[in-house]
């Protein structure tokens, strides 16, 4: 199992590092711009160290369908708060949810430590940024799609299969690109190019990623797949994304891109328990 180096921070295979979501926009899914204002933001991030988070992930785009961002202002919303966060938590890797390689540059200089290319190398210039400056890389799997868009009735023969290839691809050609092998990540990308069938048997079958040997990163907060299996609103998707964080922790996954950090630690500590890597808090009972 490989190791991950991140900034400062290096995450043995016993580690389970959690990712906590700040979104400088206006219209993300979940949130509807609460931490778009600088100064929400920041506060955002600090509840978020506080609570237990080893990674704070910056994105300046809705991942879905909505109006327009053009670079110049995506990375006017990231690259400065970036800094400011860089400077406020030295100790925290900051991550730059992007797929475009003139964002990840500009962030990379100012702070972030961790390309997040969530459309899988879209813009196959990003590899180039994390190749050039040192930076750690997301390798994603999308299907083929273009950034910001939903799959019609994608198909595939093995899902698993499929993309535990694809992305063991990309890892490796990254690695020939002049990426460090220490620093990258890949990520199934849940709901992205897949059905909720999909997601889940992703879930199910993810030990077959994490035997890939690459660390797997798990995105798994309050999305549709966990809404459509539970048929509940994006605000009670909490417990049926507790329920996957675990199945995914169990089965190999290391970082798990998280809206609720609390919740997502205290049940990351919980497997840790269970498998003998972490000892109990306050065990006295009937010693």
């Known amino acids: 199992m490989r190791a991950l180096k991140l900034g400062r921070r290096v995450f043995g295979e016993d580690e389970y590092a959690v990712m906590a979501i700040v979104n400088r926009t206006p219209d993300s899914f979940y949130d509807a711009g609460s931490t778009f204002e600088f100064d ?6 600090g509840g978020a160290v506080a609570a ?3 990674i704070v992930d910056v994105g300046g785009v809705k991942a879905g369908e909505g109006p327009e961002v053009t670079a110049a202002e995506e990375v006017e919303r990231v690259v400065p708060f970036i800094e400011a966060v860089h400077a406020a938590h030295p100790g925290l890797v900051v991550s730059v949810d992007t797929w475009r390689a003139e964002v990840a540059r500009e962030a990379v200089s100012v702070g972030a430590e961790l390309i997040n290319d969530t459309w899988a190398g879209w813009d196959a210039d990003v590899v180039k940024v994390a190749a050039d400056t040192g930076a ?10 273009e950034p910001r868009t939903v799959a019609s009735r994608p198909a595939y023969e093995d899902v698993v299969a499929e993309v535990a290839a694809e992305l063991a691809g990309r890892a490796e050609a990254a690695v020939e690109a002049g990426v460090r092998a220490d620093g990258i990540v890949i990520d199934p990308t849940h709901d992205f190019g897949k059905t909720t069938y999909h997601s889940l048997d992703l879930t199910r079958r993810l030990g077959e990623l994490a035997g890939t040997g690459w660390p797997v990163l798990v995105a798994l907060s309050r999305k549709d797949f966990v809404g459509e299996t539970l048929d509940l609103p994006v605000d009670r998707r909490l417990n049926g994304t507790l329920a ?3 199945v995914s922790a169990w089965q190999g996954a290391r970082v798990f891109r998280a809206h609720d950090v609390t919740a997502t630690r205290e049940v990351l500590d919980m497997v840790a328990s269970i498998k003998g890597r972490r000892p109990p808090k306050n065990p006295h009972r009937s010693l």
């Open 136 to 145: 750690g890389l997301v390798c994603s799997h999308t299907g083929g799609l």
């Open 40 to 45: 929400a933001a920041m506060a955002a991030v």
């Open 244 to 246: 996957a964080t675990a």
């Open 52 to 54: 237990g988070a080893d």
